[in-house]
């Protein structure tokens, strides 16, 4: 969806029913466990706030948990039991007021995860073995768009090692507890950029002298939605689905070092929008 927040459908006649402004989504998730990456921020905060209004205990995983523990704070001022409004609809249509509830404490589980180190990966992921028995929901969320070339602690181009290399291996580590889960789901956020990533396969390592940003972001894209799709297949007869989505273009703090976006930014969608599209 690339139209701006002032489109409608009657605007966009041949899309007629597509641009949902509000989720529509009725259905309960108590007892569910979702797990979000970049959960601190943007569309990922949107999403935990939505999941944990309907009853869904959410794993937030920030590379930095006073962030986390800000944005957690965020969540219960504005949903909290202390908060009469707290069913109030912000991206969630009128009619699904029935179906949230208060956000209690418990419900949002802080975990620090840096997916720019494999070694942080391996060690959240065996955090979350250890802690719990099922996942029903992983949103690989959290990305990065590097302004200049950098690599990891790995030695990986930064936005593929954050983007795709460490959420490849944190998927392929927790997917003992997504089977244990199913009918689970497995959430890859991409982007219609993925395009522009190249027509066969994603340069996994560009070198520094042929490094751009957009370059980096595209292929980090792109190998986000060939990793969906060839898990997907690998899990068929499991009940664990793989499916990646381009959440809009939503004004995001990954547009932060991004100067030539910056002119546009006003007319990008929010990021509670954004959550619309992570929900269907």
């Not at 309907?54 to 908060?83: F, T």
Request: net charge neutral.
């Amino acid at each position: 969806m690339t139209s701006s927040q002032t489109s409608s459908s009657s605007e966009h006649p041949q899309v007629k029913g597509w641009i949902h402004k509000s989720c529509t989504i009725v259905e309960r998730l108590d007892g569910k466990l979702a797990l979000i990456t970049g959960a601190n921020t943007g569309i990922g905060l949107s999403t935990v706030a939505e999941l944990a209004r309907r009853g869904c205990q959410v794993i937030m995983a920030c590379r930095n948990l006073d962030r986390g523990r800000a944005a957690k704070e965020v969540i219960l001022s504005q949903y909290g039991s202390s908060k009469p409004d707290s069913v109030k609809v912000d991206v969630a249509d009128i009619c699904v007021i029935p179906s949230l509830t208060t956000v209690d404490s418990d419900l949002l589980i802080l975990e620090k995860l840096d997916l720019a180190s494999l070694d942080s990966v391996k060690d959240f992921a065996n955090r979350i073995l250890n802690k719990f028995t099922k996942l029903d929901f992983l949103v690989n969320n959290a990305g990065v768009i590097a302004k200049e070339y950098a690599t990891t602690v790995d030695g990986f181009e930064l936005t593929m090692g954050t983007n795709h290399l460490g959420p490849f291996l944190l998927t392929s580590l927790l997917l003992p507890l997504l089977e244990r889960g199913a009918p689970s789901r497995v959430i890859n956020v991409s982007s219609m950029g993925h395009y522009y990533g190249g027509l066969c396969k994603p340069d996994l390592q560009l070198r520094k002298e042929a490094y751009s940003s957009a370059r980096a972001y595209c292929h980090s894209k792109l190998a986000n939605v060939m990793h969906a799709i060839e898990l997907n297949e690998r899990m068929k007869g499991t009940m664990v689905m793989a499916v990646s989505l381009h959440p809009g273009t939503v004004q995001t703090e990954l547009l932060r070092d991004m100067q030539d976006w910056k002119h546009v930014s006003p007319r990008l969608f929010n990021h509670q929008t954004g959550f619309c599209d992570y929900c269907y």
